[in-house]
C-alpha cells in the first residue's frame, strides 16, 4: 500500500512540476520586463531540479541527484550574473 501511494505522489508531483515548468516557459517569453524574465528562468530551473529530484526517487539512480545538484548551482550563478548585469549592466568590472 506504501509503494502505491508513494507513486501516486510522485506522478502527481511531476505532473504538477510540468505544469509549473509550462507556465514559467510562457511568463519566460511573454514576461514584460526582463526582471521577471529572470525570475522565470529562476523558477524554471527549480523546477527542473525539483523535476529530476522526483524522476531520481521514482527510478532509484543517484544520477539524477547529481544533476539536479548541478542544476542548483548554476541556477545560482546564472541568476546573480543577471540581476548584476540588470543593475549595472555589466557582469564582470
Given amino acids: 500500500?506504501?509503494?502505491?501511494?508513494?507513486?501516486?505522489?510522485?506522478?502527481?508531483s511531476q505532473l504538477v512540476?510540468?505544469?509549473?515548468?509550462?507556465?514559467?516557459?510562457?511568463?519566460?517569453?511573454?514576461?514584460p520586463r526582463a526582471q521577471d524574465r529572470v525570475l522565470a528562468l529562476d523558477s524554471l530551473?527549480?523546477?527542473?531540479?525539483?523535476?529530476?529530484v522526483t524522476f531520481g526517487i521514482s527510478?532509484?539512480?543517484t544520477i539524477y541527484f547529481e544533476a539536479a545538484l548541478?542544476?542548483?548551482?548554476l541556477s545560482f550563478v546564472?541568476?546573480?550574473?543577471l540581476a548584476k548585469f540588470l543593475m549595472r549592466g555589466e557582469v564582470i568590472e
Fill in 78 to 81: 546564472a541568476t546573480a550574473a
Fill in 45 to 52: 530551473y527549480l523546477n527542473a531540479m525539483l523535476m529530476l
Fill in 17 to 31: 512540476l510540468g505544469i509549473a515548468m509550462c507556465l514559467s516557459c510562457w511568463r519566460l517569453i511573454k514576461g
Fill in 59 to 61: 527510478t532509484s539512480q
Fill in 1 to 12: 500500500m506504501t509503494s502505491t501511494i508513494l507513486s501516486l505522489a510522485i506522478s502527481t
Fill in 70 to 73: 548541478v542544476i542548483g548551482l
